[in-house]
């Protein structure tokens, strides 16, 4: 029998719905009072999960974002991508596996891809690092970035990762120097930029590969300068405080579209995208594909003017006199 992973908060509301499971084994024919105590049980379990994801916290979205079960970047390559060609190597040092790269089509589209890579199992994330990227992990995707303006393919990008390695190795590499470039690639770029908040958004890892003309998150995504857990580490020399801090950081998707960073979200199942994959496949292939179009025949000076004034406006405050 496979388990299923519980998330934090809605503990109380699984709890119920096992209790319930084992009442209906029995045989309620034989006992009315009991079919009746089934029944409102039913009713309040149902109460209980239209409260329990009706009014989520930064921090629950923080651990849906990081369901085990939650679609991965390689799931989004394989169902609304077609004539798939991965790329690999960074020309360099070595192939990366915590970044997939691709040549793909969309609708019609051809596109270039690029995505954080984390794994199914034990076995998939120790490969892939968790989906934290090394420094040849961002110089593959900075090849395939050059690759995409050389041939004039927009770039997709789908971001879920806790951050970039922040191992000695990673740094003897060249982290900081890596990620720097690849920012500056990205924010110049002369195609169209579309990324996808899927999961985590963390720090440096996800900014890298994670802006451009279009920012589209999940509503369960966060997108954040540093993960809840290491600054709780910083501000309070604990990282069980994570969840007091995550409020603050304003990670969330409806946090980041009043603040101008997100253009839109969009919508997941109740409980996560992991209780219904296919119908997020759908959505997120819709927006990319629409605000492909909207993009495409854009003048490439155009584009960066554009995305260059979107970067600049970000942190921008007015002040009103009183």
Excluded at 27 to 49: G, H, K, Q, Y
Excluded at 70 to 92: M, N, S
Excluded at 160 to 176: K, L, N
Aim: one cysteine or more; glycine letters at 10%; charged letters at 25%.
């Amino acid at each position: 029998m496979t388990r299923r992973h519980v998330m934090e908060f809605e503990r109380p509301l699984v709890e119920l719905e096992a209790k319930l499971g084992e009442l209906r084994q029995l045989d309620l024919t034989a006992n009315p009072e009991l079919a009746a105590e089934v029944a409102a049980l039913a009713v309040e379990i149902e109460a209980l999960r239209e409260s329990t994801y009706a009014d989520l916290s930064a921090w629950d979205r923080v651990q849906i974002s990081r369901h085990p079960d939650r679609p991965k970047a390689q799931d989004y390559l394989a169902a609304i991508f077609t004539d798939v060609v991965e790329l690999h190597g960074d020309r360099c040092y070595g192939d990366d596996e915590a970044i997939v790269a691709a040549l793909a089509t969309i609708d019609g589209r051809r596109v270039a891809v690029l995505g954080h890579r984390k794994g199914k199992n034990t076995r998939e994330n120790i490969a892939r690092n968790f989906g934290m990227a090394h420094p040849e992990g961002f110089r593959k995707a900075m090849r395939i970035m050059r690759l995409a303006e050389k041939f004039g393919l927009p770039l997709v990008t789908l971001i879920d990762t806790p951050g970039a390695f922040p191992g000695i190795e990673a740094e003897e590499r060249g982290q900081a120097w890596a990620i720097a470039e690849s920012l500056a690639l990205l924010s110049g770029l002369r195609v169209p930029v579309v990324a996808v908040g899927i999961g985590e958004g963390g720090s440096g890892g996800a900014l890298a590969i994670g802006f451009g003309d279009r920012l589209i998150m999940l509503e369960n995504s966060y997108y954040s300068v540093i993960s809840p857990e290491a600054c709780a580490s910083i501000l309070h020399k604990d990282a069980g405080k994570a969840a007091e801090v995550a409020t603050c950081l304003a990670m969330t998707a409806t946090d980041l579209v009043g603040l101008g960073i997100v253009d839109e979200i969009i919508p997941e199942p109740v409980g996560g995208a992991h209780r219904d994959p296919g119908e997020v496949f759908g959505a997120v292939r819709g927006r990319v594909s629409e605000a492909l179009k909207a993009l495409s025949g854009r003048d490439p000076d155009e584009l960066v003017s554009m995305r260059y004034a979107k970067l600049r406006a970000v942190g921008v405050i007015e002040e009103v006199q009183g």
